[in-house]
């Protein structure tokens, strides 16, 4: 992984971010961690970036635009250069629910959000590092 992680958290329930943010400063990486609460606006901020991130992370179920639809964009942008940024979807959703997406041979990653705060560190954790 880069040492430099820029992350960009796509993220709508305010709960959810208070738990995000707090799980990313206990990992010192919260400087790194730009917050967009819909797929439309991180596709803007994408977009108009010179290097990609080292990660979206993105909820599912959100408005203006779901995570698959930003995944979609993405994709169709041809934004993933040599495998990045990795895209996760993180959600509260369980995997079995998701309804089936083709993306060709896009690699994207699953994890749910968990059921506690430490949980969802860990989950943070094992995104970014690898480890727990």
Known sequence: MKE???IVLVEDDDDDIFLLKTAFEELNM???VQLF???QDA???LQ???EPPSFVISDLNMPVMNGFELLD???KKNFFVNGNPQFVFLTT???SMIPSHSFGESQFSFFTKGYSYNQMKD???IITTGKA
């Open 4 to 6: 430099n992680k820029h």
């Open 30 to 32: 919260l400087d790194k």
């Open 37 to 39: 609460r819909n797929g």
């Open 43 to 45: 596709l803007v901020y």
């Open 48 to 50: 108009n970036q010179s």
């Open 73 to 75: 964009e993405l994709l």
């Open 93 to 95: 959703s369980e995997k």
């Open 123 to 125: 989950t943070l954790s």
